[in-house]
């Protein structure tokens, strides 16, 4: 009797701890830069995640750049209020706000932010430096140790259109999840570098949906930017994708409600 009652102890317990460690929503929908559009917010705000994680989305993607000294900051354009974001200090490019308000958001404080709650993944995109490949690199490098910093490896997923950066990802961390944006890969070359899926622009997916087919048989997961055309949701929804990354999630959920 007590190893019945210590066994259905320890199941519950397993239970429980199974369920507390992920709560993430599976619904595909990736909100575009955080959700802003609907909502007249800047994109890659806080505010944009906050948006995000209230709709409940599966994921909130955001971009990085790295500035002249090497700090990690969150923001779609190689520039921020006109200053060059590679070849401009954090501190100057700080001086200028986003128009809500907010400061240009440090990857700590957007990590800091998206881990206070466990259902919305933190979809982190590696901006390509366009000083050079070393760079990406490097930006690469150090978007792993914030990462690991923070312990927020079970909410970030990567992407990025720097293959180099990519492959430095999955060499730093193997667990990673990374899929690549660019679309001149096939799914057979990404599964033998380690990538955890592609994550293709709309368009070219339209013209190659047997990559579509090749990447779920190889077991790699498929996304697709930036798909805000009820059309094209559809369609994708239709051939399985795993993802959508779209700048209206509302309209998503609508589709997928319907379904
Ligand atoms: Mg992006």
Redesign the pocket.
């Known amino acids: 009797m007590n190893k019945l009652l210590l066994f259905a102890f320890l199941f519950c317990l397993i239970s429980f701890g199974a369920k507390s460690q992920d709560n993430f929503s599976k619904n595909k929908v990736i909100a575009?830069?955080g959700a802003w559009k609907a909502q007249g917010i800047p994109q890659n705000s806080l505010a944009s995640l906050e948006q995000a994680v209230a709709l409940q989305c599966e994921g909130s993607?955001?971009?990085v750049w790295m500035t002249a000294d090497g700090k990690l900051v969150v923001n779609?354009d190689a520039d921020h209020e006109g200053l060059d974001i590679e070849t401009t200090t954090f501190k100057e490019l700080r001086k200028h706000k986003l128009p809500n308000g907010e400061k240009i958001p440090t990857v700590e404080e957007y990590l800091k932010k998206g881990i206070k709650q466990n259902g919305t993944k933190l979809?982190f995109?590696i901006?390509p430096s366009k000083i050079s490949t070393a760079r990406s690199e490097e930006l690469a490098t150090k978007s792993v140790a914030a990462v690991q910093k923070l312990k927020a490896e079970k909410w970030v997923d990567y992407?990025t259109f720097s293959y180099e950066a990519g492959l430095k990802v999955i060499e730093l961390d193997p667990a990673a999840n990374v899929a690549y944006?660019m679309g001149n890969k096939s799914p057979k070359e990404l599964k033998e570098a380690g990538f955890f899926g592609f994550d293709y622009n709309i368009k070219l997916l339209r013209e190659k949906p047997e990559w579509i087919k090749e990447a779920k048989d190889l077991g790699l997961t498929v996304n697709s930017?930036t798909v805000n055309n009820p059309e094209d949701m559809k369609w994708l929804l239709d051939q399985g994708a795993d993802f959508i990354?779209t700048d209206e999630p509302e309209l998503l959920f609508e589709i997928l409600g319907k379904r």
């Open positions: 575009h830069r993607e955001f971009d779609h979809i995109e901006k992407i944006l930017w990354t």
